[in-house]
């Protein structure tokens, strides 16, 4: 049972480069999340899906694209990478969406963009 | 707005106890989370409080106050493993988290 798996785990990018985080996770669950954690700030949601085919934003979703063909596989698509955008990202799943459920995190993917 | 303060740093001695403290304010409530995470590791659940009350969980407890928009996680007999940050999350009425910045914990011997 590996949980929820991040890759890569580090990547450095060009200003305008594209690129995807690939997360998978081996738990059923039905609600996966993005995350992105920067110093001195909460993680802060990026997009979010409650099940396969069905995506949604969150609170800072400009310059990211997501999709959810598969109940395991949630991939984050950077399309055209900024400075901005460098951050340590997090792909969460739990078992629902609603309810005090908890998330299980995958191991993180710093990115830095230059 | 919705808010989640924590202390930036703290600073215990192993062996010690220490407690960490959470206010929040949220559109609506439906519980209090503390996750810990090591540093260059992704964040580990640690409790749930939805009661007014204490939990208590080994060396770990966790406090919330729905009245006072209040928490705290409480840690005794601290080991140098417990160095880390902890987060506090607070579950809004949409059923959205909402997190603070963290609080690095620094264990000294």
């Known amino acids: 049972n590996a949980g929820v798996t991040q890759t890569p785990k580090f990547q450095v990018l060009k200003t305008g480069q594209s690129m995807t985080l690939q997360c998978a996770q081996d738990?059923?669950?039905?609600?996966m999340s993005w995350y992105r954690q920067d110093p001195g700030m909460g993680l802060r949601l990026i997009h979010y899906?409650?099940?396969?085919?069905?995506?949604d934003q969150g609170e800072v979703p400009n310059g990211y694209n997501v999709s959810r063909s598969t109940t395991e596989d949630f991939p984050l698509r950077l399309l055209s990478a900024a400075p901005s955008q460098t951050s340590v990202y997090f792909c969460?799943?739990?078992?629902?969406?609603?309810?005090?459920?908890?998330?299980?995190f995958g191991a993180g993917s710093r990115l830095t963009v230059l | 707005g919705q808010n989640i303060d924590q202390p930036t740093e703290m600073t215990a001695t192993e062996g010690a106890i220490v407690q960490i403290n959470c206010t929040y304010q949220?559109?609506?409530?439906?519980?209090l989370f503390w996750y810990q995470q090591h540093a260059g590791e992704a964040p580990t659940f640690l409790s749930y409080?939805?009661l007014d009350g204490l939990e208590e969980k080994g060396r770990f407890s966790s406090f919330l106050s729905r009245s006072k928009g209040y928490s705290y996680l409480l840690l005794k007999e601290l080991q140098m493993k417990d160095s880390a940050s902890y987060l506090c999350?607070?579950?809004?009425?949409?059923?959205?988290?909402?997190w603070g910045a963290g609080t690095k914990l620094i264990i000294k011997p």
């Open positions: 969460a799943s739990s078992l629902q969406e609603d309810g005090a459920n908890v998330l299980t």
């Open positions: 738990m059923n669950h039905e609600y």
């Open positions: 899906s409650v099940g396969a085919g069905i995506t």
């Open positions: 949220t559109s609506g409530f439906n519980g």
């Open positions: 409080n939805v």
């Open positions: 999350a607070a579950l809004d009425s949409n059923y959205q988290l909402i």
